[in-house]
């Protein structure tokens, strides 16, 4: 999951949808972008950047799963 992107799209007040319409993708191609199972084009990555005023290398970051996170404790 990129966490820095969801947390990042929650703070500028949008949802999945709305961040979606923005880049004039589908919500569901969006979806698969935060989770990390899409990796998207840079043109994608540049416009995030730009909405969210967070460098891409940034919010393209994985985050490790709860389950890993779990274990390290």
């Known amino acids: 999951m990129r966490r820095n992107l969801k947390e990042?799209?929650?703070?500028a007040g949008m949802t999945q949808q709305q961040m979606a319409d923005k880049l004039g993708i589908s919500?569901?191609?969006?979806?698969?972008?935060?989770?990390?199972?899409r990796t998207g084009d840079f043109t994608?990555?540049?416009?995030?950047?730009?909405?969210?005023?967070?460098?891409q290398r940034k919010l393209?970051?994985?985050?490790?799963?709860?389950?890993?996170?779990?274990?390290?404790?």
């Open 44 to 55: 994608l990555w540049d416009m995030m950047e730009e909405l969210l005023g967070i460098h």
């Open 8 to 11: 990042a799209r929650q703070a």
């Open 27 to 37: 919500e569901r191609y969006y979806k698969q972008i935060e989770a990390g199972q």
């Open 60 to 73: 393209r970051e994985i985050s490790e799963s709860h389950h890993d996170k779990v274990n390290n404790q």
